[in-house]
């Protein structure tokens, strides 16, 4: 009866703690250069995900129209990122 207590004081801890997460905080990086590379790998994973059956092509194809087209504004933009 003791394990099952502190298993279930265990479980509930944890759990209580996953919700006190805070979901409104964003990562971001400045770099301009470093998001072009997170945008090019982003379109990499979404082609992965389109040929291995994960999202349905029309789903890829909006993603990768506005995936591609933030990553090549920001190229436009900022030139001397664009090697």
């Known amino acids: 009866m003791v394990k099952i207590t502190k298993l279930v004081m265990g ?3 944890l759990l209580s703690s996953c919700s006190t997460i805070n979901r ?3 990562f971001y990086t400045k770099s301009v250069k470093k998001s072009i590379h997170n945008l090019e790998q982003l379109e990499m994973w979404i082609e992965n995900d389109r040929e ?3 999202i ?3 789903i890829a194809d909006d993603y990768m129209l506005a995936v591609t087209s933030t990553r090549l504004s920001l190229k436009k933009k900022y030139k001397k990122y664009d090697k």
């Open 11 to 13: 479980a509930s801890i």
């Open 24 to 26: 409104d905080v964003v």
């Open 52 to 54: 291995i059956g994960i």
């Open 56 to 58: 349905p092509n029309e």
